[in-house]
């Protein structure tokens, strides 16, 4: 089946950019999520890109999406400590309703 | 705030307890989700209701029982859980099964004695 592949753990100084990488295995993904999740809540859907894009930016965050090479970034501009989350990278295929998911990237913020 | 609510936010239980997990969107959703979140884990699914019908149940053992009364409500009734069924369960929904935007609740952290 599908597989979702993040680096577990990120660390970075306050001011500086945050490049938060993802690795997939289906090449029939069509969509690609980054949720975060704050400690103690839920996911919160940050962005999401679709197959035939190769970048997205909203504000801070830019998508990068390498579809040859399956591969999705998140990069976080000025990086706050209130950025401090894990971050989480799911894709699906246009034939399933059901995101894969990775095991999250704990990004950690620091002065 | 996502559109979708969770209650309790913790529930502590022993393992001959009954108890039931709420879920509540106000989003107007037709696709409702359980995930369980458990430590060091990828997000497992366990159940998905799409327009009140249960349409995926992934091989969960039947100590967790899902409801939907409707399209805005699922609920979670558990009984006689073990330790390793201490997690965050999350609840999510999106506009119908095909849609891709999942939204998430904040989750129940449940712990089992």
């Known amino acids: 089946g599908e597989d979702v592949e993040q680096s577990l753990f990120l660390s970075v100084r306050e001011g500086d950019s945050s490049v938060i990488n993802c690795t997939y295995t289906d090449s029939s993904s069509t969509y690609l999520y980054w949720y975060k999740q704050e400690p103690g809540a839920g996911l919160q859907l940050l962005t999401y890109i679709f197959s035939n894009m190769d970048m997205k930016q909203d504000q801070r965050l830019t998508v990068l999406l390498n579809k040859k090479d399956k591969h999705l970034s998140l990069r976080i501009a000025d990086t706050q400590t209130g950025d401090s989350a894990i971050y989480f990278c799911a894709s699906r295929s246009g034939g399933s309703y059901i995101p894969t998911f990775g095991r999250g990237t704990s990004l950690i913020v620091h002065p | 705030e996502t559109g979708v609510t969770q209650t309790p936010r913790h529930l502590v239980m022993g393992m001959t307890n009954k108890k039931s997990l709420k879920c509540e969107q106000h989003?107007?959703?037709?696709?409702m989700y359980w995930y369980k979140q458990s430590a060091k884990k990828p997000l497992e699914l366990m159940f998905v209701y799409n327009f009140k019908e249960q349409t995926e149940n992934n091989s969960v053992p039947s100590r967790f029982s899902p409801e939907c009364p409707n399209s805005s409500h699922l609920f979670l009734h558990l009984h006689t859980l073990q330790p390793e069924d201490s997690a965050l369960y999350l609840c999510?929904?999106?506009?119908?099964?095909?849609?891709?935007?999942?939204?998430f609740g904040p989750g129940t952290r449940l712990t089992v004695l």
């Open positions: 999510a929904s999106s506009q119908d099964r095909s849609t891709d935007t999942q939204y």
């Open positions: 989003l107007g959703h037709n696709a």
